[in-house]
């Protein structure tokens, strides 16, 4: 076996891969032991009839082309080993020569480009404080009484406090603005989360009325097509409910779960905000490094490899909207944008992305970091394990039991891999960088 490279642009290598007669007997010979092994013959085990009477059963086609399957693989992996070639994809695969004594085929190869790490040790990174305030914690009693809070419906004027629905039509200059229609439209008064002076309108009014009047728009408000405009409203009152808010008590408390007192709760309820902002500071400090590092570091990021990260951020953000029970093509067309829109508006934060994976991945081959078949085999157990606690009621197959079925277990561990590669490379990172 014989081979030659020619380099192409954009991180693109044709690899053309010539083997001789010896070589094609000897892969037609390695098909037969293969095949043989499949083949059922009455009156003989899988592998032991004689040649003859396996090469007839067979047929030369289905033996010619397993020899063809086994030259195109294994002559592509030695050469690929034998250079070292760092694939990313393969492409135009195409047999030049296909005779009994010559194959000659070529195969376009996407390689990892090469990375020149600057110094990625001993780098200095600020670290900020994580500090939960008081303020943080009431805002989070304050959901949780919000979510016990019971509404009854009541026959009066409204008032400060109480939940009401209305329906309402907003025009400027008498042509109702882009989003100024709503019906059974939910706001608590008080809580001035809709247009400055919108809510005290409101207020006074029964359900069943219906009130005209106008407002005049801040300077500074979100929506510029209107701001500092003079705009209509036209709104019918629908539904007035009274709030009545518990108060946090012992007896509430103890309906939440574990807890004695309320400084048992907010202690709860500190100790989880903590972590998560402990854990958002990981996120900055990790991303901190990455772009130190990258701004140091030489790499040509090739076309191929930001149109994958692309792909991939698409079908990312496609699959949250199904989540939400939304469409990528009807919320494009909400929003009056394209695919192509969306690719170009992403483009710098795929390519910065693309960058951290290599510096990643070259870090992680400079430093000899790698994950064993038995930590992914603890992961992937453990992934198994989660997929698998998300039954359906009364311990019936559930969402998780229907996902398991659609998983491919081998591009399941290509990602747990991944995953834990990544971790093992920051750890490094932060166990060889200078925190202030």
Same mark, same amino acid.
């Given at each position: ?61 289905? !033996? %010619? /082309?397993? #020899?063809?399957?086994?030259? =195109? ?8 080993? $034998?250079? *070292? @070639? ?8 195409? !047999? %030049? /020569?296909? #005779?009994?004594?010559?194959? =000659? ?8 480009? $090469?990375? *020149? @790490? ?319």
């Amino acid at each position: 076996m014989t081979f030659s490279t020619k380099t192409l642009k954009d991180s693109q290598i044709e690899l053309t891969v010539n083997l001789d007669k010896e070589d094609l007997i000897s892969y037609t010979q390695e098909a037969e032991k293969e095949l043989a092994k499949r083949l059922k013959l009455e009156g003989f085990r899988p592998g032991k009839a004689p040649k003859e009477m396996v090469r007839k059963a067979l047929g030369e086609q289905a !033996i %010619k /082309e397993e #020899a063809l399957n086994l030259a =195109v693989q294994s002559s592509l992996a030695k050469a690929l080993a $034998e250079q *070292k @070639l760092d694939v990313l994809d393969q492409s135009d695969f195409q !047999i %030049k /020569e296909n #005779a009994s004594d010559k194959l =000659v085929f070529a195969v376009k190869l996407a390689i990892f480009p $090469e990375v *020149k @790490l600057g110094e990625y040790k001993d780098l200095s990174i600020k670290k900020n404080p994580v500090v939960v305030s008081d303020a943080e914690i009431n805002g989070v009693l304050d959901e949780i009484v919000k979510a016990r809070t019971v509404l009854k419906e009541v026959e009066r004027p409204a008032q400060v406090g109480d939940r009401v629905e209305v329906d309402f039509e907003v025009r400027d200059r008498g042509t109702v603005i882009e989003g100024g229609k709503s019906e059974n439209h939910p706001i608590t008064l008080g809580e001035n989360k809709f247009m400055p002076g919108f809510e005290s309108q409101i207020v006074g009014l029964k359900s069943g009325e219906k009130k005209n009047f106008s407002l005049k728009v801040p300077a500074d408000y979100y929506q510029k097509t209107i701001a500092g405009k003079d705009i209509d409203f036209e709104v019918v009152l629908k539904k007035v409910q009274k709030a009545t808010v518990p108060k946090i008590d012992d007896e509430l408390v103890r309906s939440l779960g574990r807890f004695s007192s309320r400084a048992d709760l907010e202690a709860n309820i500190k100790e989880g905000l903590t972590m998560e902002k402990e854990q958002k500071e990981k996120e900055r400090v990790r991303l901190t490094i990455l772009k130190t590092i990258a701004g140091k570091a030489e790499m040509q990021v090739s076309r191929a490899l930001i149109e994958k990260r692309l792909d991939s951020m698409v079908q990312g953000f496609d699959n949250e909207l199904h989540q939400k029970g939304m469409e990528l093509g009807l919320y494009l067309a909400h929003i009056k944008k394209t695919q192509e829109d969306l690719r170009r508006e992403w483009q710098g934060r795929a390519e910065e992305q693309v960058k951290f994976d290599l510096i990643v991945r070259t870090i992680a081959k400079e430093e000899n970091l790698n994950v064993s078949d038995e930590e992914i085999g603890q992961e992937l157990q453990a992934v198994l394990q989660q997929y698998m606690a998300a039954g359906g009621p009364e311990g019936g197959p559930g969402p998780g039991t229907e996902a398991l079925r659609n998983i491919d277990p081998e591009q399941l561990k290509t990602r747990i891999r991944s995953v834990l590669l990544n971790e093992k490379v920051f750890e490094f990172l932060e166990k060889h960088t200078k925190f202030s």
